[in-house]
């Protein structure tokens, strides 16, 4: 019987390195598989439709909340971003594991549809000096956008920490890419996962 896939959902102020970690545990993780979110905000130099995103109009956007093809959804910079749930519920089904990095609403909102299939992860930087730092080596937005990005880290999004089942500090990346290897290789062994785990040994038991 094929096992069902593992979502892991990352969440994180911006800035903290989650595409780094994702992109890194990506090369050790084979049993995964890419998912593609709908949004409204502009295509960027690089990007290509369908690979980073299914870019949409509001209009469009708005018509597929109306189908019901959004698993969630939510606003960030005055953009909407939101899950597809035709890009979830195939690929873990046919046992592909997915990492996801969401807003926080939308992280838990995944967990809420498939709380079985999810494992949360909230992604904080070693501290806020070191994060206003990142920001401004990444270079994308103003000194008074990183003041807000980094207001709304403090205020809104750290605080929110506690709702997540696992933390990893990204103080360096590869420490933190083995926490969320590691997350995911106990995610695998629970019991939960693993109910036909007599009947493949040929042992008695229940499956409880
Ligand atoms: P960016 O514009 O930099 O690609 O993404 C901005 C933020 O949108 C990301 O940090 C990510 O957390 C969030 N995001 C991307 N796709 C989705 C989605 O499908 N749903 C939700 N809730 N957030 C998303």
Excluded: H
């Amino acid at each position: 019987m094929t096992k069902r896939g593992i979502i892991t959902v990352i969440s994180a102020p911006s800035g903290c390195g989650k595409n780094t970690l994702i992109e890194e545990a990506s090369k050790y993780s084979k049993n995964l598989a890419y998912v593609t979110s709908a949004t409204t905000r502009e295509i960027r130099v690089g990007e290509a439709e369908g690979v980073n995103y299914f870019y949409k109009t509001e209009e469009e956007f708005e018509r597929l909340i109306e189908m019901g093809e959004i698993l969630e959804w939510d606003s960030f910079c005055n953009c909407k971003y939101g899950t597809l749930k035709s890009q979830i519920t195939e690929k873990i089904e046919s046992g592909k594991d997915l990492m996801l990095d969401l807003t926080i609403s939308g992280a838990l909102a995944v967990k809420e549809a498939f709380p079985d299939d999810t494992v949360t992860v909230f992604l904080l930087p070693p501290s806020i000096d070191e994060l206003k730092k990142r920001l401004m080596l990444r270079g994308r937005e103003s000194v008074e956008q990183i003041e807000e990005r980094v207001k709304f880290a403090v205020c809104k999004e750290i605080p929110q920490v506690y709702k997540f089942e696992n933390v990893i500090i990204n103080d360096n990346i590869e420490k933190a890419c083995s926490e969320l290897l590691a997350i995911i290789d106990a995610e695998r062994v629970k019991y939960k996962r693993n109910k036909d785990i007599l009947d493949e040994l040929g042992l008695k038991g229940e499956n409880i």
